[in-house]
């Protein structure tokens, strides 16, 4: 079974595409981030890339981190808008959403739900062999990973 994996973000909106088809490990296909640097057309580029994944590897489910509140109010809105792209798409798709909190991806990564970045990075890279450049590409697999862990 395919999973999509998504952190969403206002600029960067990190993926990430697993086969969940071994019950042992899941087996990772792949991951990126979708930059954008303007508004309103960040909206409509996150939109059109998630539908081209979603096209492209027909995944049965969608893990994505639930929301939380920060210090500003206002990234909490547009995090709101990103998330309302998911949410279409998911009902469009008929797949299923599945949401964990920071400290649930956190502690499934980690083992540790109050890990910083840079620790979910480093382990997200020693545990599935890769070298990434993006904390928010390592969240998104993080999240897909932590789907896994959840869903035996």
Not at 82 to 108: C, D, H, W
Not at 109 to 118: F, Q
Not at 125 to 134: D, P, Q, W
Request: a positive charge.
């Amino acid at each position: 079974m395919i999973v999509l994996s998504i952190d969403p973000g206002n600029y960067k909106t990190g993926f990430s595409v697993f086969d969940f088809s071994s019950k042992n490990f899941p087996t990772y296909i792949i991951s990126g981030v979708i930059k954008s640097n303007k508004r309103p057309e960040n909206l409509k580029k996150i939109y059109l890339e998630l539908e081209k994944i979603i096209n492209k590897y027909n995944p049965k489910e969608l893990a994505l981190e639930a929301s939380f509140y920060g210090k500003n109010p206002q990234s909490l809105i547009r995090l709101g808008e990103v998330r309302g792209i998911i949410l279409l798409l998911s009902s469009m798709y008929n797949i299923p959403i599945f949401e964990y909190t920071p400290q649930q991806v956190k502690n499934a990564i980690t083992g540790y739900g109050w890990s910083d970045k840079l620790s979910v990075l480093k382990m997200v890279e020693k545990i599935f062999n890769l070298r990434l450049n993006s904390t928010d590409e390592a969240d998104a697999i993080a999240i897909g990973f932590c789907h896994f862990i959840n869903r035996k």
